[in-house]
């Protein structure tokens, strides 16, 4: 993944990068003078573009889950219940509920995009 495809994916601008992210600009420009995305953020923006911006290093199989794959029963059965969802984030037990309100399966996007780091995080950690 180059910086120039992840510019034209966001309309050119390093602040949208930054802000669909929710870095900072200063960031995102490093990357541009560095000449790389650091992995995670790369993961992150493939998974924020449905695929449309390639990654540069290999996926293991246990990194194949995708941002539509974590709803809230695949959280419940990861972590056991509400509770123990809640407990992952660090919200309450209220905030999980008014996700299942909204719908049985519904997980905010950006928990969806925190759990996904996390995991390729604790995989990388493990190989």
């Known amino acids: ?18 802000n669909a992210l929710g870095i900072s600009r200063t960031a995102v420009a490093k990357w541009q003078t560095q000449g790389n995305i650091p992995k995670g953020r790369q993961y992150q923006l493939h998974c924020m573009s449905n695929g449309v911006l390639k990654l540069d290093h290999p996926v293991s199989t246990d ?4 941002s ?15 509770s123990g969802v809640a407990s992952y984030f660090g919200v309450s037990l209220a905030t999980i509920l008014s996700w299942e309100s909204e ?22 950690k493990a190989s």
């Open 103 to 124: 719908n049985d399966d519904y997980v905010p996007e950006v928990r969806r995009l925190e759990f996904l780091l996390r995991e390729m995080k604790r995989t990388q």
């Open 68 to 82: 539509d794959h974590v709803t809230l029963s695949f959280l419940r059965k990861r972590f056991g219940s509400n």
């Open 1 to 18: 993944m180059n910086i120039e495809d992840v510019r034209e994916y966001f309309g050119g601008s390093i602040q949208n990068i930054a």
């Open 63 to 66: 990194e194949k889950i995708n």
